[in-house]
């Protein structure tokens, strides 16, 4: 098993900036996937960024720009640091990652972010 406990999440205004955590039990240099995801009210989970064991990173479109994702392997950690917020941004972010050679994709509880206009 391997959990991951996300943090970070609040209740910020628009264009400011939230950096969310997610820590893990086990190492995470090589999960992959992994990455960080959203679900937001009325609308399915969707991929917001990820980042390979190689530290290659993709975003969604729609946070390209404002988004970063990185990883600390030393730490099992992985952040999103997020700038310029927007209220669309507003969701629960979850953070996801496969460990090697396992079929089993883990989850974390979910952190709110909101984002008031």
């Known amino acids: 098993q391997v959990q991951l406990v996300e943090s970070g999440g609040g209740l910020v205004q628009a264009g400011e900036s939230l950096r969310l955590t997610c820590t893990a039990s086990?190492?995470?240099?090589?999960?992959?996937?992994m990455g960080w995801y959203r679900r937001a009210p009325g609308k399915q989970r969707e991929l917001v960024a990820g980042?390979?064991?190689?530290?290659?990173?993709n975003y969604a479109d729609s946070v390209k720009g404002r988004f970063i994702i990185s990883r600390d392997n030393a730490k099992n950690t992985v952040y999103l640091e997020m700038n310029s917020l927007k209220p669309e941004y507003t969701a629960v972010y979850y953070c996801?990652?496969?460990?090697?050679?396992?079929?089993?994709?883990?989850w974390g509880q979910g952190t709110q972010v909101t984002v008031s206009s």
């Open positions: 980042i390979t064991p190689v530290g290659g990173t």
């Open positions: 086990v190492s995470i240099s090589r999960a992959d996937p």
């Open positions: 996801a990652a496969r460990p090697p050679l396992s079929p089993t994709t883990f």
